[in-house]
């Protein structure tokens, strides 16, 4: 019994931290602002005003306060991996769609632009 008891204590204490999920590190909002500035990738400055970018596009709306306009992360996500699928006439590229962007380097941007 008592190791039923010790078991379940550990189950208890031990379940609910796996389903905390980590804050993204230093080094993976880099590789997201990498791959945002890259031209041959995010190249996110084309069309958006970003904090730190030198002559932004300015077809996009300016990339700030993310986490407030995109409470959901998978909202974001899917805003990068395909905007026509909630505007059927935008311009911005299918960065995941059409595999501009590996699923690493997305989930990058969306850690770096929850950053802004």
């Known amino acids: 019994m008592t190791h039923i008891c010790m078991i379940a ?3 208890f204490f031990l379940f609910p ?5 980590d804050e993204p590190g230093e080094e993976q909002i880099e590789l997201g602002r990498k791959v945002s ?4 990738k995010g190249n996110c400055l084309a069309c958006h005003m970003m904090s730190g970018g030198e002559q932004p596009g300015n077809f996009g709306p300016p990339l700030i306060q993310m986490k ?3 409470p959901e992360r998978s909202v974001l996500h899917r805003q990068i991996w395909d905007a ?3 505007n059927p006439k935008s ?3 299918p960065f995941g769609k059409h595999g501009i962007l590996s699923e690493e380097e997305m989930d990058a941007v969306v850690d770096y632009m929850y950053a802004l």
């Open 9 to 11: 204590a550990a189950v």
């Open 84 to 86: 026509t699928e909630k």
């Open 37 to 40: 500035f890259d031209s041959m």
């Open 68 to 70: 407030a306009r995109f």
């Open 17 to 21: 931290m796996s389903l905390v999920a």
């Open 91 to 93: 311009i911005m590229p």
